[in-house]
Nanobody, 120 residues
Framework: QVQLVESGGGLVQAGGSLRLSCAASGSIFSILAMAWYRQAPTKQRELVAVITSGGDASYADSVKGRFTISRDNAKNTVFLQMSGLKPEDTAVYYC??????????????WGQGTQVTVSS
């Protein structure tokens, strides 16, 4: 009942920047936290960054100082600004949202993923 649509992935050279966006829609009452995960080939999905409705953010050690997560609560949208990209950042990036529906039922939804490829 909640759909997440990501955009902004692509191919970039090492040192470059990309900005990912993820918009949530559906019968949403509130979104408590929004996050970005990534999964590289042959590796497990890992948390990249998470932000609460109050704006508190936390990051994986591997991206601290290079990535910035932000959100627009009015539009149920989360962003990931990625700078200083490295080849090891290459992965499919997934958006996640955790919150409550209009029925007050809890939801935990995922986007379809967007590919980020960083060339050396």
């Amino acid at each position: 009942q909640v759909q997440l649509v990501e955009s902004g992935g692509g191919l970039v050279q090492a040192g470059g920047s990309l900005r990912l966006s993820c918009a949530a829609s559906g019968s949403i009452f509130s979104i408590l936290a929004m996050a970005w995960y990534r999964q590289a080939p042959t590796k497990q999905r890992e948390l990249v960054a998470v932000i609460t409705s109050g704006g508190d953010a936390s990051y994986a050690d591997s991206v601290k100082g290079r990535f910035t997560i932000s959100r627009d609560n009015a539009k149920n949208t989360v962003f990931l600004q990625m700078s200083g990209l490295k080849p090891e950042d290459t992965a499919v990036y997934y958006c996640n949202a955790d919150g409550r529906l209009q029925s007050l039922q809890h939801f935990d939804s995922w986007g379809q993923g967007t590919q980020v490829t960083v060339s050396s």
